[in-house]
């Protein structure tokens, strides 16, 4: 009697699972041919050249380094105002007599930066605007292990704040130092060329703000922009070509001190 | 087909099954649109307010100081590149009004001597030496640097 009941059991086990099984592989079978069944709700596919490709060109010999750019940039995005979280801030060099290069960067140039070298010891002195290279080959996309950064369409790296896990991966992997880990929100932030501003068809905040227009922003694909002609008349260079970043910030005026 | 085998292949059918359901509930809905990644991210991406609201915005209430700034030096300048928008009170700046403390540092921000910036467009000068107890702005419009009050 007692065998019977098992068995019994065990059939209406075997019966109730098979079925679920079946139904539930039935039904990821047919879960693909949903979106076939309303195919006006699909959005119409971008194709990646109408859209714009945004770029930034950074000229050198024209930043005076008062830091208007670094100070725009947290107020316009919400960035923590302790001197160790920058989305763009500006280094200067100074290359003294004896070939020594010092690098100062004090709250990243936000007030106007001061030369601390007495003037007989320079060799030469100069500021570098430095913000996120919006890589091509991003190295800080292929470290990301969720999928929350990513170069989209347009070519601009974001992050997805809600996606982020905050495991700072991406910061050790940019080789551009241009990550940093939010401390309020708890997720990774970074350049974005003011992604908010620039789909409105403003200019982002740094640009706007440069007394000198030592930034020049725009879209690669447009040959009428700003960008462009700033690309034609002046021989620039991207940071650290060697990593074959193929960044989209173009440097007119580099000098091979800069890393 | 034994026994054995046909349960085996029962699990693993199970397995993969509920390994690609339970993948599926918890991939977002639009992952994979365009990339490894969330396509939706790129429109949350856009949500964030303007604080920087441009020059019109400035010259709809200040067209007369628009004016004076577009006819001295300071014409290249944005109005926001010196006052930044205060912000709490990023909708109306009537609330909090971005002005600017014209003290010396303000000025020297830009036209210190610094063997770092360039030589041509932007004056330098020495803080120590030009006018050292005076404020900038006794002088100079800051609007229009080269309308001396003196």
Known sequence: ?259 | MSKIIFRLFLSFVLFVTVFILIQRALTPDSFGKYGHYRANSIDENKIRTSYYKGEEACASCHQELYDLVDSDLHAEINCESCHPPKIDAFTDCEVMPPIVEGNNDFCAACHATNPGRLKRGVPQLDFKEHEPDKNCIDCHNPHAPWELTE
């Not at chain 1, 725009?72 to 060099?93: G, H, L, M």
């Not at chain 1, 170069?151 to 910061?171: A, F, K, R, W």
């Not at chain 1, 740094?206 to 930034?215: D, G, I, M, Q």
Request: aromatic share 8%; glycine share 8%.
């Open chain 1, 1 to 259: 009697m007692g065998t019977n009941r098992i068995e019994k059991n065990r059939r209406k086990f075997f019966q109730t699972s098979a079925a679920l099984l079946g139904g539930t592989i039935v039904y990821s079978l047919l879960k693909p041919f949903e979106t076939l069944a309303q195919p006006e709700n699909e959005d119409p596919k971008i194709e990646k050249g109408d859209l714009p490709l945004w770029g930034m060109g950074v000229d050198i010999e024209s930043c005076i380094g008062c830091g208007k750019c670094a100070e725009a940039c947290k107020i316009e995005n919400d960035v923590p105002k302790e001197p160790f979280y920058f989305r763009t801030w500006i280094e200067q060099y100074t290359v003294k007599n004896d070939g020594e290069v010092k690098i100062e960067s004090p709250n990243g140039g936000i007030g106007g930066l001061k030369q601390s070298v007495p003037d007989e010891d320079i060799f030469k002195s100069f500021m570098v605007p430095k913000l996120c290279n919006q890589c091509t080959e991003a190295p800080c996309v292929q470290a990301c292990p969720v999928g929350a950064t990513f170069i989209s369409p347009d070519g601009v790296v974001l992050v997805d704040e809600t996606y982020c896990i905050g495991c700072s991966y991406c910061i050790q992997a940019c080789p551009y130092g241009a990550r940093y880990m939010n401390p309020i929100t708890q997720v990774v932030d970074k350049c974005t060329f003011c992604y908010h501003r620039i789909s409105e068809g403003l200019q982002p905040a740094c640009v706007e703000v440069c007394p000198t227009k030592a930034r020049i922003f725009g879209d690669l694909r447009d040959k009428k922009s700003d960008l462009v002609r700033f690309l034609q008349k002046n021989p620039t260079q991207v940071l650290k070509p060697h990593l074959n970043t193929h960044s989209r910030v173009f440097y007119n005026g580099l000098s091979s001190e800069v890393r």
